[in-house]
């Protein structure tokens, strides 16, 4: 059956490739944002789905300016919204700088309260895109049906998401209603090479291929340690909206979290080797207790912050320290239940997958020069 959901955040990553999911599904999306750097937000989204999917048409998209700091989110005459299926709330602040922590909360938490409150004002489920990472630097498996608050997290950005993950949960237990979903995503990367952003993975990418063209023709030669323990979790965007968009559509799934993870996910080694190789860094790996690992990049970002022209690239990988050193497993039980265990467990990328993005997106920053 077809439904009508809001959607905020669907210019994003993320976001974007949602709302073409649930479009192509026969589903009616109005999109929720604002505009941006002079640039009316109806034309953004449009240039967001034109992006992914030429084929798409855009001409009758429906948009509505939003404030997330505004009761109803700014929307006057709520009532001629019609009926409302379900809204998934994906707006979200990202950015892990420790000066920006107000505006993070601010987005992410305040927002998703305004959020809660119009979708009482319209009796409509909240579909909530969280992160697998609100469990900040707590390690070993990291179950669904918990949410436990952390000695630390690892930067604002994850501490908001487990508060506002919190503040839904709390709303929608309340009164027994329990009309919501929680969706757990891990680290996105983009396996159509469709769009480029300089977020997670790419960031990483982004920082490294800057070394190397500050070096200019010399050779870099670094040295890599690593734990056998560690992996990192990427996802392709387009399966986790492809999963979360059959998840909302089953009834059991209503007030329950999901894990949005790989289950076979690359080891740290791998993720090096098919990284550095493309951007032209040679690295000499070594293998090593977790602490030495953990100090190696510690010491590597803090040597990099005192030489002049590194410092923004030291300070920006220092940001991703906890990702390449950190050992977690994500428990996907309530993800199997829905989607079947067969299509969980038979999920795997390529092998030379990372070795592929990396060279398309350096490619594309050359292109862009």
Request: charged share 25%; glycine share 6%.
């Amino acid at each position: 059956m077809n439904k009508t959901y809001l959607l905020t955040g669907s210019v994003g990553f993320l976001g974007s490739f949602l709302s073409l999911e649930l479009i192509k599904n026969g589903h009616r999306v109005i999109f929720l944002g604002r505009s941006k750097n002079g640039i009316p937000f109806r034309q953004r989204a449009k240039e967001a789905l034109a992006q992914l999917d030429l084929a798409t048409p855009t001409e009758n998209i429906e948009t509505l300016e939003i404030d997330l700091q505004k009761d109803c989110l700014g929307i006057k005459n709520i009532e001629t919204l019609g009926k409302i299926d379900g809204i998934w709330h994906l707006a979200a602040d990202l950015s892990f700088k420790k000066e920006d922590k107000d505006r993070v909360f601010s987005t992410n938490i305040e927002g998703t309260k305004k959020v809660l409150r119009l979708a009482d004002k319209i009796k409509a489920p909240v579909y909530y895109v969280s992160t697998s990472y609100v469990h900040g630097q707590r390690p070993g498996q990291i179950l669904e049906d918990e949410l436990i608050e952390p000695k630390k997290f690892n930067n604002f950005y994850e501490e908001s998401k487990f508060h506002a993950e919190k503040i839904v949960q709390d709303w929608g237990r309340m009164n027994d209603k329990n009309n919501f979903i929680i969706f757990r995503p891990s680290i996105l990367i983009d396996s159509s090479g469709k769009t480029a952003n300089l977020f997670g993975y790419y960031a990483m990418v982004y920082s490294l291929y800057k070394l190397k063209k500050m070096a200019k023709d010399r050779k870099i030669k670094i040295p890599f340690l690593y734990s056998k323990n560690t992996f990192l979790n990427l996802m392709p965007v387009d399966v986790v909206a492809k999963w979360m968009n059959k998840i909302s559509n089953n009834p059991d799934s209503i007030g329950k979290t999901f894990h949005i993870t790989n289950p076979s996910p690359f080891s740290i080694k791998t993720v090096a080797e098919q990284t550095f190789g493309p951007i032209g860094i040679k690295i000499f790996l070594f293998r090593a207790p977790l602490f030495l690992v953990k100090f190696y990049f510690w010491y590597f970002c803090f040597m990099g912050s005192l030489i002049p022209g590194f410092k923004k690239m030291a300070k920006r990988i220092s940001y991703y320290n906890y990702y390449m050193a950190g050992c977690n497993t994500y428990d996907m039980k309530n993800t199997k239940d829905i989607l079947g265990e067969e299509e969980v467990e038979n999920f795997k990328l390529e092998p030379n997958f990372v070795q592929k993005r990396a060279e398309h997106f350096i490619k594309k920053l050359e292109n862009n020069k």
